[in-house]
C-alpha cells in the first residue's frame, strides 16, 4: 500500500508558510507607506485649503477634495479590516502548520489524513494571499483617491488666491478710477459755469457734463477703464471750454478798448452819439462774442460812418450819404480817425461812397501807408 509520507506533506506545509507569509505582505507592507505618505500631504494640502474657502466656486473645488478625501478614508479603513482579518487567519495558520509540523515528526507511516490537512493549509494560504492581495488593492485605490483630493484641494487654494487677486485688482482699479472722477470733478468745481457757458460755448459745457456724466455712470457698472477714458475726455472738455471761454473774453475786452476809442474819436470829431450794437454771428451762441456795429451821423453833414468790429479787432468802415461838395471834409474826417485810433485798430476802409472820387491818388496813397504802419506795428508786437 502507497501514499503520501511525511516528506510530502511537509512540502505542503512549507509552501502553506510561504504563501501566506511573503510576496503578499510585503506589497501589502509598501502600499501602506504610500499611503501613509499620500495621506501625510493631503492632510496638508486640506487644512490649507479650509482656511480659504469662503467663495461658492472655491467650495465647490474643496467639497469634491472632500468626497474624494471620505472615499479615501473609507478604502482605506475596509483594506485594514480585511488585511487585519487576514493577519488573524495568518496566525492561525502558522499554529495549524506547526502542529501538524510536530504531529509528523516522528511518523513514517503513510500519512493520509496529514496531507490532506496539509492541503487544506495550502488552500488557505492561497486564499490568505488572495484576501491579502485585496487589502492592498483598496489601500492603492485608497492612495489614488487620497491624490485626487490632494490636487482637489491645492486647485481650491489657487483659485481662492486667484479670486482675491483678482478682487485685489479690482479694488485697486475702483480706486484708481474714483480718484480720476473726483479729480475731474474737482477741477470742474474750480471753473464757473456761468463764465464757460457765457463766455465759451453752452453746448460744449453741455457736452462736457454729458461726458462726465458718462464715466460716472461707467464707474457704477464697473467698466474702469471706460470710466477712466471718459473722465480724461471730459477733463480735456472742460480745459478747452475753459480756454476758449478765457480767450473770448480777452478779445471782447480788447474789442471792447478799441470800440471806445473809435467812439472817444467820432466824439472829438463832432459826429453824433452813435447807435451800438451787437451781431451775432454764425455759429456763436452769445451775441456779445458776435461783430460790433457802430453806426454815427455827421453832425457837418460831411458824410455818415459805419464800422463792424469783430472779436478778433479787425474794423471795416464804411461811409455813406456825403453831400455834393463834401467828399474832401469828410475824406479828412475819415483820415482823422484813422490817426486818432492808429495805436489800438487798424481801420480797413470798405467803402468811401463818393468820397471815393476825391483824390483817388492821394487815398490810396494814405491807405497803402497805413496798411505799412499797421504791418510793422504787428510784427513788433510779435
Given amino acids: 500500500m502507497s501514499g503520501p509520507k511525511k516528506g510530502d506533506v511537509q512540502l505542503k506545509l512549507n509552501r502553506a508558510l510561504d504563501i501566506s507569509s511573503k510576496s503578499a505582505k510585503s506589497k501589502w507592507d509598501n502600499a501602506h507607506r504610500l499611503n501613509t505618505t499620500d495621506g501625510d500631504a ?3 494640502a486640506r487644512s490649507n485649503a479650509s482656511r480659504k ?3 461658492a466656486e472655491v467650495r465647490n473645488v474643496f467639497n469634491e477634495g472632500e468626497r474624494l478625501y471620505r472615499e479615501a478614508e473609507r478604502l482605506k479603513n475596509e ?5 487585519r482579518e487576514v493577519s488573524l487567519r495568518t496566525e492561525t495558520l502558522k499554529q495549524n502548520v506547526a502542529a501538524l ?12 489524513a496529514e496531507d490532506s490537512q496539509a492541503a487544506g493549509h495550502v488552500r488557505e494560504a492561497e486564499s490568505i494571499e488572495r484576501e491579502t492581495q485585496r487589502a492592498t488593492n483598496l489601500l492603492r485605490q485608497s492612495s489614488e483617491q487620497l491624490r485626487q483630493a490632494k490636487t482637489a484641494f491645492e486647485q481650491s487654494v489657487i483659485i481662492a488666491d486667484e479670486k482675491e487677486e483678482a478682487r485685489r485688482q479690482f479694488e485697486v482699479k475702483r480706486t484708481a478710477t474714483v480718484n480720476a472722477l473726483q479729480s475731474v470733478r474737482d477741477e470742474v468745481a474750480s471753473f ?8 465759451g460755448s453752452n453746448a460744449g459745457l453741455a457736452e462736457a457734463n454729458r461726458t462726465l456724466h458718462s464715466a460716472t455712470s461707467e464707474l457704477q457698472a464697473e467698466q474702469f477703464d471706460a ?4 473722465s480724461v475726455k471730459a477733463s480735456e472738455q472742460f480745459r478747452r471750454l475753459y480756454e476758449q471761454a478765457m480767450d473770448n473774453k480777452k478779445r471782447f475786452d480788447g474789442r471792447e478798448m478799441i470800440a471806445d476809442a473809435i467812439i472817444a474819436a467820432l466824439d472829438d470829431l463832432q459826429y453824433d452819439a452813435p447807435d451800438t450794437n451787437y451781431e451775432p454771428a454764425d455759429g456763436v451762441e452769445n451775441t456779445m462774442l458776435g461783430n460790433i456795429t457802430i453806426f454815427a451821423k455827421s453832425k457837418g453833414n460831411i458824410g455818415d460812418i459805419r464800422l463792424a468790429i469783430d472779436l478778433g479787432g479787425k474794423v471795416d468802415l464804411e461811409v455813406a450819404d456825403i453831400p455834393d461838395g463834401k467828399e474832401a471834409e469828410c475824406h479828412r474826417a475819415i483820415t482823422s480817425l484813422q490817426s486818432k485810433v492808429t495805436d489800438i485798430a487798424d481801420l480797413q476802409i470798405t467803402d468811401w461812397g463818393r468820397a471815393a472820387n476825391y483824390r483817388p491818388e492821394e487815398r490810396r496813397g494814405i491807405t497803402k501807408q ?6 510793422q506795428i504787428k510784427q513788433r508786437g510779435t
Fill in 42 to 44: 493631503t492632510d496638508v
Fill in 53 to 55: 474657502n469662503n467663495d
Fill in 79 to 83: 483594506a485594514e479590516n480585511v488585511y
Fill in 101 to 112: 509540523a510536530s504531529k509528523i515528526a516522528n511518523n513514517e507511516h503513510y500519512l493520509h
Fill in 192 to 199: 464757473d459755469a456761468t463764465f464757460l457757458g457765457e463766455w
Fill in 227 to 230: 470710466s477712466q477714458a471718459l
Fill in 370 to 375: 497805413k496798411v505799412q504802419v499797421q504791418e
